[in-house]
């Protein structure tokens, strides 16, 4: 069984993937909690290798004693690690965060700047986090976030062959709309964490099954 020619066209299967996301998450918001793009900012970079849910019980205590970049770039490096040591690889992630935060005093007047190869200069910001800060603090679009779950999905969805997030993300963005980039990033985040789960994707209660190959070949094999 393959997918039928009206969706061999993998543009058009992007787009048509895209419009029920849309429709089956249709409040789909960033699931970090930060009232700055300073706090989203950090709040991501403490995502790495963590649950969004870990990271925003460690975030209000974290931004109630140092709420913005001069005071984080001031902090004894040593509270910092203690506040962050939850989301795992604390020590890294407090010397990034703070390094992150006295480079943006320094030079970008307290907060992140808006373009992504000055994004990228900042100590633990590569292009998920410089994505993710372009799109939700400033609405501005210059790539597709890639973390785990669009990166599980987009393979598994036959939307890319490659395994590594920068080559998945040009794949992506060949496909997608500029001004839905993170419309689709955000809610395949959704659809991973509800339905299409590393260890068990549920197929059978999936709306996106008959736009999937890896879908396709389940419901082959157990049929």
Known sequence: MSITRKWSNKQLRAIEILIRLKRLYPDAKCSLTYETPVQLLVAT???????????????????????????????????????????????????????????MVEKFDRQPPKRMELLLEL???ARKTANVVLAHAYGIN?????DTHVKRLSYRLGLTEHTDPTKIEKDLMRLLPQEDWENWSIRLIYHGRAVCKARKPDCAACQLSELCPSAIVVSSASG
């Open 123 to 125: 100590p633990g910001v």
């Open 142 to 146: 210059q790539g597709v976030t890639v």
């Open 45 to 103: 970079i403490l995502s790495a290798q963590c649950t969004d849910e870990r990271v925003n019980q460690v975030t209000p205590e974290l931004f109630r004693r140092f709420p913005d970049a001069l005071s984080l770039a001031k902090a004894d490096l040593s509270e910092i690690e203690t506040l962050v040591r939850s989301t795992g690889f604390y020590r890294n992630k407090a010397k990034n965060i703070q390094a992150a935060c006295q480079m």
